[in-house]
C-alpha cells in the first residue's frame, strides 16, 4: 500500500477549503487527492494528472467524484497549463506536486523502474510507449559512452559514472541490455566490492539517473512549475515534495528565481521534513522534502 508523504503539511500548507480549486500534479495512488477531495467537497474542483493512465482506475475515479469534481487527465505534468485551459481555464487555489515514485510503480508497474525485480528496461511514466520513444533500454544500447556517464554523474551523481559507462558499452556489444537483471549485473561487475556492501545499493543511482533521463524529469519540473503559475489567483500556493538533492535543488532555485522576479513569494524559507514519528511508520520517506511558494 503506497503512503502518502508529508500529507499532514500539504495540507496544512495548501490549506484546501470547500468549493475551492486545486491540482495534484501527481496523481500516483491518490493518498493526497482523497484528502484534498474531502477538503474541498462537492462544491470544489480536482484536476489530477498523472502520465500513467491505469493509476485513473473506474473505481478510484467514481469513488473521488462522490467527494468532489474529479477531473483525471492522463498526461505528464509539464503540460499542466494547457490542460488547465483546456478543462475550463479555472482559476487555481492551489497545486502539489509530489515528485516521489509511488510504492506501486515501483513495485507493480512492470517497466523496470526497481533492480530488485527482473523486468523489461522500459522506465517510461507513461505505460503505452510510442515508436521513436526514449527508454532506458534505448539509453544503454544506443547513447555514447560519455553521454551515458554525463548523465550517472549529472542525475545520478554516481562516483563510478565512467566505469559504469565503459562497462555498459562493452556488454551490449557482446549482447543487447535488456533486462534490469542484466543492467545491475553490470553494474555490479563496474564497482568495487566495497562500494556493493554499502546502505545504499550500489544500482540505485545508475537507475535513478536513467530514469530522470527518459523522463525528463528536471525539465517537466521546472515546465510544469511555470505552466500553473499563470492560471493561479494571488495568494493561491504551490507545494512541491522532492526526495533526492538534485530535484530539490532544481526545486529551489526555479522557486528562487520566481521569487527575485516578484511573481512569488517564498512560504518556507528552508524545506520541512517528516516528523520522527512519520518516520517511523514510512521510513521510505526519509529522503523528502517539502517547499511551498505563494503566488504575488
Request: glycine share 8%; hydrophobic share 40%.
Amino acid at each position: 500500500m503506497h503512503k502518502s508523504v508529508l500529507s499532514h503539511e500539504v495540507i496544512e500548507s495548501l490549506a484546501p477549503h470547500p468549493g475551492g480549486v486545486f491540482v495534484d500534479a501527481t496523481f500516483g495512488g491518490g493518498g493526497h487527492s482523497r484528502q484534498i477531495a474531502t477538503l474541498i467537497g462537492e462544491k470544489g474542483v480536482l484536476i489530477a494528472t498523472d502520465a500513467d493512465e491505469n493509476v485513473f482506475s473506474e473505481t478510484t475515479v467514481s469513488e473521488l467524484r462522490l467527494l468532489t469534481n474529479f477531473i483525471p487527465v492522463v498526461t505528464n505534468f509539464r503540460n499542466l497549463g494547457t490542460e488547465i485551459a483546456v478543462h475550463g481555464g479555472r482559476t487555481i487555489d492551489g497545486a502539489l506536486f509530489d515528485l516521489g515514485l509511488s510504492s506501486t510503480q515501483l513495485e507493480e508497474s512492470g517497466r523496470g523502474f526497481s533492480f530488485q525485480k527482473d523486468e523489461p528496461l522500459a522506465m517510461t511514466f507513461a505505460r503505452n510507449t510510442r515508436e521513436g520513444d526514449v527508454t532506458a533500454e534505448t539509453v544503454v544500447n544506443q547513447w555514447s559512452e560519455d553521454s551515458i556517464a554525463t548523465i550517472l554523474r549529472g542525475f545520478g551523481e554516481e562516483r563510478f559514472a565512467r566505469s559504469i559507462a565503459k562497462h555498459i558499452v562493452e556488454a551490449r556489444k557482446v549482447e543487447r541490455i535488456t533486462t534490469t537483471k542484466q543492467l545491475v549485473e553490470v553494474i555490479h561487475q563496474s564497482t568495487p566490492s566495497w562500494y556493493q556492501r554499502g546502505r545504499t545499493h550500489f544500482a540505485t543511482r545508475t537507475f535513478q539517473a536513467i530514469r530522470m533521463a527518459v523522463n525528463d524529469e528536471l525539465g517537466a519540473i521546472e515546465a510544469g512549475i511555470k505552466g500553473i503559475l499563470p492560471h493561479m489567483r494571488p495568494g493561491g500556493r504551490i507545494a512541491v515534495i522532492s526526495f533526492h538533492s538534485i530535484e530539490d535543488r532544481l526545486v529551489k532555485q526555479t522557486f528562487r528565481t520566481l521569487a527575485r522576479e516578484g511573481v512569488v513569494d517564498l512560504v518556507t524559507k528552508k524545506p520541512v521534513t517528516p516528523s520522527e514519528n512519520e518516520l517511523a511508520e514510512n521510513p521510505r520517506a526519509r529522503s523528502a522534502k517539502l517547499r511551498v511558494v505563494e503566488k504575488m
